[in-house]
């Protein structure tokens, strides 16, 4: 499989992910907090983690684009039902969250514990080891 096939089968996995949490697990999901996702240029990829979240963009690394579907699925859990739900919920409150070291190690466990709480809905038998 392409470079391209690879990005759209990962888009595709986004979608499922995303539509999985709404909708068969009824998480509550604030209106009008669109995600978006990016591929990082060939620079990024050098310098930058698997995946990055930001400003509700997730950008994946080009070499993440190799890794198995359940290793996305894992990620996408990570990402997209740990950060940016985590994100988008607090904006939808009005509330102010520093970037405080206990914060983030806060937000990591946050995502961490959604890999465990929905990977096998996916097939996924080993989440957050």
């Given at each position: 499989?392409?470079?391209?096939?690879?990005?759209?089968?990962?888009?595709?996995?986004?979608?499922?992910?995303?539509?999985?949490?709404?909708?068969?697990?009824?998480?509550?999901?604030?209106?009008?907090?669109?995600?978006?996702?990016?591929?990082?240029?060939?620079?990024?990829?050098?310098?930058?983690?698997?995946?990055?979240?930001?400003?509700?963009?997730?950008?994946?690394?080009r070499a993440?684009?190799?890794?198995?579907?359940?290793?996305?699925i894992v990620?996408?859990?990570?990402?997209?039902?740990?950060?940016?739900?985590?994100?988008?919920?607090?904006?939808s409150r009005?509330?102010?969250?520093?970037?405080?070291?206990?914060?983030?190690?806060?937000?990591?466990?946050?995502?961490?514990?959604?890999?465990?709480?929905?990977?096998?809905?996916?097939?996924?038998?080993?989440?957050?080891?």
């Amino acid at each position: 499989m392409g470079a391209r096939a690879r990005w759209a089968a990962f888009l595709r996995a986004v979608r499922v992910v995303v539509r999985h949490l709404r909708y068969e697990q009824g998480v509550a999901w604030p209106q009008g907090f669109r995600l978006h996702v990016r591929c990082m240029s060939r620079e990024e990829s050098r310098r930058e983690g698997f995946a990055v979240y930001q400003g509700r963009t997730l950008r994946l690394n080009r070499a993440a684009l190799r890794l198995t579907r359940s290793d996305w699925i894992v990620l996408i859990l990570h990402e997209v039902g740990g950060h940016h739900l985590q994100t988008i919920r607090q904006e939808s409150r009005n509330r102010d969250v520093r970037d405080t070291p206990a914060t983030l190690a806060a937000e990591e466990r946050c995502a961490t514990l959604c890999e465990k709480k929905w990977a096998r809905a996916f097939g996924v038998r080993r989440a957050a080891r």
